[in-house]
């Protein structure tokens, strides 16, 4: 089966670190990765989008990696901050459209 | 110009009984995904409607569950004769690309409960 895995189910670290998430997939090479945002009661939040043929992207504390050889993508956010504490999901896209979302890493941040 | 939305918010039924979700998508958004959030798990794909095209209905998880969308716009997920493993968050998502590489907007979910 094409499956999405997000190996950690939850991330304790602490104020001002380094987060890093893990997002593996197997059996298939998607053409793009998603990540998403999703805090208690509320629906995910779109945050990057990383295509196979980009290694990296960037926006603001947020980094996403792309590693086609592994098979993985690295989601990292860096100077972490209490309000980053939430679970982060990694999707995967197909041709028809819908997404395969992994199951998500619940990161707390503490001060 | 606001984002998804969904109604109810929170839904109580008695086993045995028929509820509807309602789902209105951002203006303009030609696709629509339904998915369902149990505690503790994953989102787990229900439906997509594109466009004008048939609804990819692979998800659903049994024949009492059926989805519409009215005029490519608000859609409505029905659920038949509930039982109590349908209890879980049913989160309406919309996006603009029928590729799938934009992003998909979500809503803020219904909680349903079956008693």
């Known amino acids: 089966s094409q499956k999405i895995e997000q190996n950690s189910e939850a991330l304790n670290i602490q104020e001002g670190k380094t987060a890093t998430l893990t997002c593996n997939y197997t059996n298939y090479s998607p053409a793009y990765l998603q990540w998403y945002r999703q805090d208690p009661g509320r629906g995910p939040v779109f945050l990057l989008l990383i295509r196979e043929n980009e290694k990296e992207k960037r926006k603001e504390r947020l980094k996403v990696t792309f590693d086609t050889t592994l098979k993985q993508s690295l989601f990292h956010i860096t100077a972490s901050q209490p309000a980053d504490s939430a679970t982060y999901l990694c999707a995967r896209g197909s041709t028809l459209g819908r997404l395969y979302f992994g199951r998500g890493t619940q990161l707390t941040v503490w001060p | 110009g606001a984002g998804v939305s969904q109604s109810p918010s929170n839904k109580v039924t008695e086993k045995g009984k028929d509820v509807e979700l309602r789902c209105d998508p951002i203006s303009g958004h030609t696709a629509l995904y339904w998915y369902r959030q149990s505690l503790g798990q994953g989102l787990e794909f229900l439906i997509y409607?594109?466009?004008?095209?048939?609804?990819?209905k692979s998800g659903l998880p049994s024949d009492r569950f059926s989805a519409e969308r009215t005029g490519g716009s608000v859609s409505t997920l029905t659920i038949q004769r509930t039982q109590q493993e349908d209890s879980a968050v049913y989160l309406c998502?919309?996006?603009?690309?029928?590729?799938?590489?934009?992003?998909?907007?979500f809503g803020p979910g219904t909680r349903l409960t079956v008693t």
């Open positions: 998502a919309s996006s603009l690309v029928e590729s799938g590489h934009n992003e998909q907007y």
């Open positions: 409607f594109q466009g004008n095209s048939a609804p990819d």
